[in-house]
T-cell receptor, first 112, second 110 residues
């Protein structure tokens, strides 16, 4: 009953460092997505994927890269971290696009 | 522009004091409205999906309703364990991805 698994749970970076947030789901969902959640801003879509090999940009994609080589995994890469990327990041998946999303437990990222 | 607005931002209730949370939306061609519950430090947890005006769904003390412009989450005789942030999201329009409101933070005092 793992559902959507995100790692790490907490991360502190220095400006300019790179890192990858991991996301894996075991429900054979076609749709996967990354959101960031900031105080007073709600959940905002960063990138999404409707299937292996297919990715697209969401509302706030700048500074982030994604790839989807398998159905299960959807990593989010920060190439050069900036303080503006300090946020809580959630990975979510659904059977298909526009159905109910299942969320991971989140990654709290601080960029100093 | 597709938009979701939730009100109030925060709501404080006494245990047993029923109330409603509002989610108003502007989207062309609504294909679904979703309610989620989020506890501090956790990811949102799915509650309901509503698809058409007039539809209602219930779960324990929660009841969600939908009109052509808004949805209500009614909380009957709330308990302290109902304290959480409640999020509304819609799918529709040209985007096709879920658009979330900013949430209503509910606190229920014993």
């Amino acid at each position: 009953n793992a559902g959507v698994t995100q790692t790490p749970k907490f991360q502190v970076l220095k400006t300019g460092q790179s890192m990858t947030l991991q996301c894996a789901q075991d429900m054979n969902h076609e749709y996967m997505s990354w959101y960031r959640q900031d105080p007073g801003m709600g959940l905002r879509l960063i990138h999404y994927s409707v299937g292996a090999g297919i990715t697209d940009q969401g509302e706030v994609p700048n500074g982030y890269n994604v790839s989807r080589s398998t159905t299960e995994d959807f990593p989010l890469r920060l190439l050069s971290a900036a303080p503006s990327q300090t946020s809580v990041y959630f990975c979510a998946s659904s059977r298909v696009r526009e159905e109910k999303l299942f969320f991971g437990s989140g990654t709290q990222l601080s960029v100093l | 522009e597709d938009q979701v607005t939730q009100s109030p931002e925060a709501l404080r209730l006494q245990e047993g004091e029923s109330s409603s949370l509002n989610c108003s939306y502007t989207v062309s061609g609504l294909r679904g409205l979703f309610w989620y519950r989020q506890d501090p430090g956790k990811g949102p947890e799915f509650l309901f999906t509503l698809y058409s005006a007039g539809e209602e769904k219930e779960k324990e003390r929660l009841k969600a309703t939908l009109t052509k412009k808004e949805s209500f989450l009614h909380i009957t005789a709330p308990k302290p364990e109902d304290s959480a942030t409640y999020l509304c999201a819609v799918s529709g329009g040209s985007q096709g991805n879920l658009i979330f409101g900013k949430g209503t933070k509910l606190s229920v005092k014993p």
